[in-house]
């Protein structure tokens, strides 16, 4: 059974930056396209950055130019890297493969705010 365990969450002030961790255990990681998703309060978890197998990214477009996300095969890890955070991306971030996906971890907290 896979065991995601996001990390690097906090409270940051707009335009500053994080860089969030996922782990997961217990997976052929390198055979998957990952993502990092969010989910806002009241809102629906959205899909905001992926890495294929080959290392190709993709990005939800509020996020272009400000996030990027990598992933390390051998660490069986994913981060995102966010930059010129804004309050609009306060939200619980969790990391998955693409569908289907695997239980979801617990997630990591990112509040925008002054």
């Known amino acids: 059974q896979v065991q995601l365990v996001e990390s690097g969450g906090g409270l940051v002030q707009p335009g500053g930056s994080l860089r969030l961790s996922c782990a997961a255990s217990?997976?052929?990681?390198?055979?998957?396209?990952m993502g990092w998703y969010r989910q806002a309060p009241g809102e629906q978890r959205v899909l905001v950055a992926g890495?294929?197998?080959?290392?190709?990214?993709h990005y939800e477009d509020s996020v272009m130019g400000r996030f990027a996300i990598s992933r390390d095969n051998a660490k069986k890890t994913v981060y995102l890297q966010m930059n010129s955070l804004k309050p609009e991306d306060t939200a619980v971030y969790y990391c998955?493969?693409?569908?289907?996906?695997?239980?979801w971890g617990q997630g990591t907290q990112v509040t925008v705010s002054s």
């Open positions: 998955n493969r693409n569908i289907p996906w695997w239980t």
């Open positions: 890495i294929t197998t080959l290392g190709i990214t």
């Open positions: 217990g997976s052929d990681f390198s055979a998957y396209t």
